[in-house]
């Protein structure tokens, strides 16, 4: 008995140290481990959102950029930020693991950060080690031969454009950057999801409100940014304004690593895209097979040598049983040729996700090309609080109290009251929260296009259209899209990251995890070809154009109309995948078939 009840201390989802040994659940992981990376989330953010917020008002006042060139500079930038995250999670679910993937990482992400701190000399030594030419990064903010002279024109075309050297100098230190968020964001979020064991009913009670709490981080740490740090940025300085947050990357990634004692690590598994690859090219090889009525007739590795290993064997289904070819037995015994039922249950889960992956990608770009639009909105609008002026990008902050109350809402109230009634302990399913988010996407644009209109009416009135005056309405008219944006949030983007992690595969969750990723990158960039296309085809003909660098002779009303007409039919197409959409089946329920059938076999050995 002793020694059974030492053996149920350990965590029985395979995690170890980072030695490779197993870990004891009472002395590693859970809320006491989480709290470093949660704590660690905020400081990032706060980086982060430090340098992107107010990156479109640098883009427009300091390098003299139009509203779209400086739109689809931002975005790109953004999407690059959220497309690298798919090689940061391949390199560790393949080779390095979660944890070495990450520090690296961080080590690229400080390296071009830490710049900024560059001439206030007080940074610790060890890291001007780091500096490469990234330090022209802070240069190319604070140095007038690396930027062009200011310029206090209303319109920004009669201003000098930055030449090519300041705009390699700035970009090439932005997308620095993004290499190094490339392998810290679809792990960290993993690394707390893993330090709850999935097999311990208490746990895995607390791995439902992880992701909850993980946003409530997230966007505490952009509070900070979009107040505090705009505020420097446009009042004190742009050197002060990257440094600050460079301290912050300092101490949350001190954070990080102080709480090393205490994490469970997940061990690599090899290459996902190569496990996937090939089941998809031995179920092609083998399309004229015939799929088995019995299953057990199906190729599969003995139940000992899952155990032995510590991973999850999958049992077949039903669906895309195309795939399934792959683990018929022919004879050849090649990996290219035959695989096992497990792997191809693997690939089927990661595809099979690949539809709401795309049912993301509209409100995702409307997130990204809005926020920008949103902050060059408030610029033409009457800011002052007595004699204090409100920085436009501040209005983010609201997005950010707004997703605050409405995750505690939701976490506390909301969900208890839904369990009565559904009996899931989530209170509704992921999809169906992501399905209430698109619905406020839709809401939000009808909004921003009916207050927009408003706000051009006033323009014309007072004879605003022509010389790109400022509009005499205050900025707050702006409040209420970014109320639902944070309520949009709550559940669209919580649900989405939690989605992507729950339904991958046990040896692919920072695959899985970069899936809502990849989809804010794509957003980003169809963001992009969006604005570009539509600030073109309605210049044509003769038209002014919906999108003009005098938003006052614009039609951005239009714009925001045309984005609720797409989330609409948006919203119509993800209805259609989430009715044929079949959850995985939990882990933990087949871990304890695998016992039972093992123990069974046991004594019949026996």
């Not at 439902?208 to 997230?218: A, G, P, V």
């Not at 018929?328 to 096992?340: N, Q, R």
């Not at 792997?343 to 992956?357: A, D, H, N």
């Not at 509704?428 to 009916?450: D, E, F, K, N, W």
Request: net charge positive; charged share 15%; aromatic share 14%.
């Amino acid at each position: 008995m002793a020694v059974e009840e030492a053996i149920d201390e350990y965590t029985q989802d395979g995690t170890v140290d980072l030695k490779g040994n197993p870990v004891l659940g009472s002395k590693r992981g859970g809320w006491k481990a989480c709290w470093f990376v949660v704590v660690y989330e905020v400081f990032e953010r706060m980086a982060y959102y430090g340098i992107s917020s107010n990156l479109i008002v640098y883009l427009t006042n300091k390098l003299h950029q139009g509203t779209v060139t400086s739109s689809n500079n931002v975005t790109n930038w953004v999407g690059t930020i959220w497309m690298t995250p798919i090689l940061g999670a391949y390199i560790a679910d393949a080779h390095l693991g979660r944890y070495w993937t990450f520090i690296i990482a961080c080590i690229i992400y400080l390296s071009v950060t830490s710049h900024s701190f560059y001439e206030y000399k007080s940074f610790v030594s060890f890291l001007l080690i780091l500096i490469n030419g990234m330090i022209l990064l802070t240069l190319s903010v604070s140095l007038n031969s690396l930027k062009p002279p200011p310029c206090n024109e209303v319109i920004v075309g009669n201003c000098k454009k930055a030449s090519t050297l300041h705009l390699a100098v700035f970009y090439g230190a932005l997308y620095t950057l993004a290499v190094g968020t490339g392998g810290t964001k679809p792990n960290i979020s993993t690394i707390g999801a893993d330090q709850f064991d999935e097999f311990n009913p208490k746990e895995k009670g607390h791995k439902l409100s992880f992701f909850n709490w993980w946003m409530f981080s997230i966007f505490f740490g952009t509070l900070f940014a979009n107040t505090v740090l705009v505020y420097v940025q446009d009042n004190v300085g742009w050197t002060l304004g990257y440094g600050l947050p460079t301290l912050g990357l300092a101490i949350s990634i001190a954070i990080f690593v102080a709480g090393t004692p205490f994490y469970r690590h997940k061990v690599p598994t090899g290459s996902p895209f190569t496990r996937m690859s090939r089941v998809i090219v031995a179920a092609i090889r083998k399309w004229r097979v015939t799929i088995p009525n019995d299953i057990k007739e199906l190729y599969e590795l003995d139940l000992e040598e899952y155990a032995k290993k510590g991973k999850y064997r999958i049992d077949s289904t039903p669906t895309m049983s195309f795939l399934t070819k792959a683990s018929v037995k022919t004879g050849s015994t090649k990996p290219w040729m035959l695989c096992t039922v497990t792997q191809v249950e693997e690939t089927k889960q990661m595809l099979r996700m690949i539809p709401i992956l795309v049912a993301t990608f509209v409100p995702s770009t409307m997130v990204a090309q809005i926020n920008t639009l949103f902050v060059k909105q408030g610029t033409t609008l009457d800011r002052a609080m007595g004699s204090f002026k409100i920085p436009p990008a501040s209005l983010a902050g609201f997005v950010t109290i707004s997703m605050l109350i409405s995750v505690v809402l939701y976490d506390r109230f909301f969900v208890r009251i839904m369990q009565k009634w559904t009996k899931n302990p989530r209170g509704i399913t992921l999809l169906q929260r992501m399905g209430i988010g698109l619905v406020i996407h839709i809401l939000i644009m009808t909004v921003a296009s009916l207050t927009e209109r408003y706000r051009l009416s006033v323009a014309k009135e007072h004879g605003l259209v022509e010389n790109g005056g400022q509009v005499p309405l205050t900025i707050f008219i702006l409040l209420p899209q970014f109320v639902l944006m944070g309520t949009a949030d709550a559940f669209l983007e919580v649900a989405k990251i939690e989605f992507f992690y729950d339904q991958a595969p046990e040896s692919m969750k920072s695959l899985g995890t970069s899936y809502s990723m990849t989809t804010l990158g794509v957003g980003n960039f169809l963001s992009s070809f969006l604005l570009s296309t539509v600030s073109h085809i309605t210049k044509e003909h003769g038209h002014q154009g919906w999108i003009l660098n005098d938003l006052n002779a614009s039609h951005l009303d239009y714009y925001y109309a045309f984005f609720a007409v797409l989330n609409f039919l948006n919203f119509i197409f993800f209805l259609f995948v989430i009715k044929y959409y079949v959850y995985r089946a939990e882990v933990s329920d087949s871990i304890k078939v695998l016992t039972e059938e093992l123990k069974g076999m046991t004594e019949i050995r026996g």
